[in-house]
Nanobody, 124 residues
Framework: QVRLVESGGGLVQAGASLKLSCVASGRTFSRNAMGWFRQAPGKEREFVISVSYSGASTYAIDSVLGRFFISRDNAENAVYLQMNSLKPEDTAVYYC?????????????????WGQGIQVTVVS
């Protein structure tokens, strides 16, 4: 079974850091772009950050630029989201996603495999 499993979420205070992990299983994802999305309470799911299949190219939304960093380890079939200087508005369920392409995308339709999501709560 092909799946993505997120880990590393939790409750932290504003200004803290968290690192989310997403491990893929069932097949290799070394030729797939990967991304992170999030859904805050009462809001639509939104794109956060993505990385190309090689890790050479990334893209992040303005609100996390300089605070969130995405990386991947293709040997481990894993992608990571390092979140620094967390703010209460970063509170959301975070989803890992895999694209059927090598290049990253910013739309949900650009991704065809999703993790179950993991909660990140930032309190002030």
């Amino acid at each position: 079974q092909v799946r993505l499993v997120e880990s590393g979420g939790g409750l932290v205070q504003a200004g803290a850091s968290l690192k989310l992990s997403c491990v893929a299983s069932g097949r290799t994802f070394s030729r797939n772009a990967m991304g992170w999305f999030r859904q805050a309470p009462g809001k639509e799911r939104e794109f956060v950050i993505s990385v190309s299949y090689s890790g050479a190219s990334t893209y992040a939304i303005d609100s996390v630029l300089g605070r969130f960093f995405i990386s991947r380890d293709n040997a481990e079939n894993a992608v990571y989201l390092q979140m620094n200087s967390l703010k209460p508005e970063d509170t959301a369920v975070y989803y890992c996603a895999s694209a059927p392409t090598e290049g990253w995308g910013i739309e949900e339709d650009d991704y065809d495999l999703w993790g179950q999501g993991i909660q990140v709560t930032v309190v002030s």
